[in-house]
Each structure stands twice: as structure tokens, then as C-alpha cells.
């Protein structure tokens, strides 16, 4: 089983509606992360959290919510979603401890919205 | 803010090695990472290379770092078709918090 978890991995919405990404893990790590894909942009940060409750805003928070209530889950939200929110999801978690290993992505959600 | 650049496109014959370059702005860049995306797959990380490192070796995957210039490459010594995918790199200042990604470099294999 994968040890970063991601649901729906593709998932087709309509312009202005709400659609959540969750995202659950088994590794234990306190770090939680959203990245967002465009082609030839490269991963970009949308949102963090170091703990429960915490959340932090990333490089492209606009547009977008997080809920992180447990260790294990993080959830992304689009409260009206847009075409140009059209993009490969990521999330990710770390145990923080700062060397190169510790860091481990889902294998994405592809969100399209027409 | 910090700014990460690459080429977006390598193609290299099989057996030969492939280089992969990437360049950085933030000089307080602390750890710097190479993932790899296969094709629908997530990103997996190859390697890191801590700031006062200037080369770090792993079996067929060498990274070479210059701080002064602020220039990091991935070379892949005898490139199998295994090794099409697309090459990230990232750095980080306190760790692994927040990574900063490049735009990717797609590593395409010529028979």
C-alpha cells in the first residue's frame, strides 16, 4: 500500500463548483503538504502544515482552503472551482528532521475544470 | 523570492550520459534535491546534496554543485531507457519544510 494516499485520482468538475482533494498518510510525519503542477512550471506550494490545526499559505493559496483535524489527513478545497485551477495535484509529508530522504509525494490527482 | 531554472527538454543516446543542469537564485539555499517523475507516477527523490558539498556520488547518479555560481547538475552515467522520465530540481533552505521545484527537464532516450 502506498504510504501517501490520494483521492480522487482524476476527477472532471464543472466551473464553479466545490471540489475537495484528500489526501492521508501512514508514515507518522507531523508535515503535510499541497503542491500544485502546471507543465513548465514546475511544482508550485499551495499550502502547509507542520501540526495539526496548523496551516500556513503557500506560493498559490489563492482559490484554495486546507482542513488538516488529524495527522494522517490533509485535505485541499476549491470552493468555486476555475479552469485555470486545471492541474496535476500533490501532496506530500516529511518528518521535518531536515536531511533529503524524508520526503515522500502522493501519486497526484489530475483536477480538470471545464 | 527564490527562483529555481532548468531546460525543459534533454534527449541523450542510450548508453551515452546524460546532464542535467539547473541553476538557483537564493543563497541561503541549504539542501539541494533531484526528483524523478515517471509517467503518471508521483515524484521520487534520487539524491540531495547538502550546501557545502561539492560533489556527492551514488552508484550511477553523480551531483555536482558550485556554490559560487549557484549551479547544480545531475549526471546519469550509461542512460537506459528506465531513465525517461522528467528531472526536478529543488532546493531548500531549513530542510525539507518548503521545496522550491524548477520547471523539470523531460530526459527523452534515444535508441
Known amino acids: 500500500d502506498a504510504d501517501v494516499t490520494q483521492t480522487p485520482r482524476n476527477r472532471i468538475t464543472k466551473t464553479g463548483k466545490r471540489i475537495m482533494l484528500e489526501c492521508s498518510q501512514t508514515?507518522?510525519?507531523?508535515?503535510m503538504y499541497w503542491y500544485r503542477q502546471d507543465p513548465g512550471l514546475g511544482l508550485r506550494l499551495i499550502y502547509y502544515?507542520?501540526?495539526?490545526?496548523?496551516?500556513n499559505k503557500g506560493e498559490i493559496s489563492d482559490g484554495y482552503s486546507v482542513s488538516r483535524q488529524a495527522q494522517a489527513k490533509f485535505s485541499l478545497s476549491l470552493e468555486s472551482a476555475i479552469p485555470n485551477q486545471t492541474a496535476l495535484y500533490f501532496c506530500a509529508t516529511s518528518d521535518g528532521e531536515g536531511s533529503g530522504n524524508t520526503i515522500y509525494f502522493g501519486e497526484g490527482s489530475w483536477l480538470t475544470v471545464v | 523570492g527564490e527562483d529555481v531554472e532548468q531546460s525543459l527538454f534533454l534527449s541523450v543516446r542510450e548508453g551515452d550520459s546524460s546532464v542535467i543542469n539547473c541553476t538557483y537564485t537564493?543563497?541561503?539555499?541549504?539542501?539541494l534535491y533531484w526528483y524523478k517523475q515517471e509517467p503518471g507516477a508521483g515524484l521520487q527523490l534520487l539524491t540531495y546534496i547538502f550546501s557545502n558539498m561539492d560533489m556527492k556520488q551514488d552508484q550511477r547518479l553523480t551531483v555536482l554543485l558550485n556554490k559560487k555560481d549557484k549551479h547544480l547538475s545531475l549526471r546519469i552515467a550509461d542512460t537506459q531507457t528506465g531513465d525517461s522520465a522528467i528531472y526536478f530540481c529543488a532546493e531548500s533552505e531549513f530542510g525539507n519544510e518548503k521545496l522550491t521545484f524548477g520547471t523539470g527537464t523531460r530526459l527523452t532516450i534515444i535508441p
Open positions: 502544515s507542520f501540526d495539526v490545526k496548523d496551516i
Open positions: 537564493d543563497s541561503s539555499s541549504t539542501y
Open positions: 508514515k507518522g510525519h507531523d508535515r
